[in-house]
């Protein structure tokens, strides 16, 4: 259909219907359908923060967005505001980011008068600040509850990458069926960003990358921590896929064998969301699952953090 002309003159709830029919949902992975964030209550919300943390390594898809598409990204962000009302809206950019920066600041600037109430931030660039728990607490020193969701301390967190599809479909009533991802890896030929039609093949990928399909020895949908292994290159780019990593064998190596647990606490120093992982791990061994929850298993993020810094090598 036709963009809607006006667009900030409509009641939020168009633009939420609009939002829900465009099949918008959250790009940085999580792909949690973006119309029912969108319809928090106003009068709750007083921080909208607009996460563009990109927290994995190798993964450059939102940092390209943002270089080469600041203008829309800043519209859509004045369409959330619209649909929202917060008091502030926060970017969260980490600071390896110096030209998506830039090129945030530089349309605030020369577009908008002191009005917007739209703040470019940066945050350290530190693994996994781009969990959105972890952004909320790092730009507003509040923490969610457990078990809890952002709108209850009075926050909405949307991707950057959100915030252009909502533009794109509003003002130019376009679906979301394409989205930006890296697509990389020392297999890769030529690592670079692809815009993808959502239901592209991998194979069509690595084809367009002249990537060397002989020496990938793993195929990684999404970062190199988060992401899962894909065994068949007919599988599809979904609205969530941010990356696809060729690996060749030195680059991601099979785990090494397990050991016994040292009791060292590492990856409880590790764990951003302050959990005992190893005590968790034992509590699903035993498939004691009360314990487990009474830990707080809800609470985990899947970052990896634990399995990574494990001298034991046990896949927390």
Not at 114 to 127: A, F, G, L, M, S
Request: charged residues 15%; proline residues 6%.
């Amino acid at each position: 259909h036709q963009g809607l002309e006006n667009y900030l003159e409509l009641p939020a709830h168009e633009l939420v219907s609009c939002i829900q029919q465009a099949g918008i949902t959250g790009l940085g992975g999580a792909g949690f359908p973006t119309h029912v964030k969108a319809s928090a209550s106003a009068d709750k919300i007083d921080t909208l923060i607009i996460n563009a943390a990109e927290c994995e390594p190798y993964i450059t898809a939102d940092d390209m967005l943002m270089q080469e598409r600041a203008e829309e990204i800043i519209l859509g962000i004045e369409i959330l505001q619209h649909i929202l009302q917060p008091e502030t809206v926060l970017i969260g950019v980490e600071d390896n980011k110096p030209k998506a920066i830039e090129a945030l600041n530089h349309f605030l600037k020369v577009s908008r008068d002191d009005t917007h109430n739209i703040h470019v931030i940066e945050i350290p660039t530190k693994y996994p600040s781009g969990g959105e728990k972890q952004l909320i607490q790092i730009l507003t020193g509040k923490e969610v509850p457990a078990g809890g969701i952002p709108s209850d301390i009075g926050i909405v967190c949307q991707n950057i990458g959100t915030a252009y599809a909502i533009y794109q479909a509003i003002a130019k009533g376009e679906p979301l069926i394409s989205r930006i991802t890296t697509v990389t890896g020392n297999a890769c030929g030529e690592p670079q960003n692809l815009e993808i039609l959502i239901g592209t093949p991998v194979e069509h990928l690595l084809k367009t990358t002249n990537s060397n399909v002989q020496q990938v020895s793993r195929l990684v949908m999404g970062g190199p921590m988060m992401g899962f292994t894909v065994s068949d290159l007919q599988v599809p780019v979904v609205k969530a896929t941010n990356c696809i990593i060729a690996a060749t064998n030195e680059e991601l190596p099979d785990p090494a064998m397990e050991q016994a647990c040292i009791r060292c606490g590492m990856c409880t120093q590790a764990c951003p969301a302050q959990l005992l992982p190893q005590q968790l791990y034992w509590f699903s061994k035993s498939s004691n699952l009360e314990q487990a929850e009474t830990h707080n298993i809800a609470d985990c993020i899947e970052c990896g953090a634990c399995s990574y810094v494990c001298p034991s090598n046990i896949p927390l």
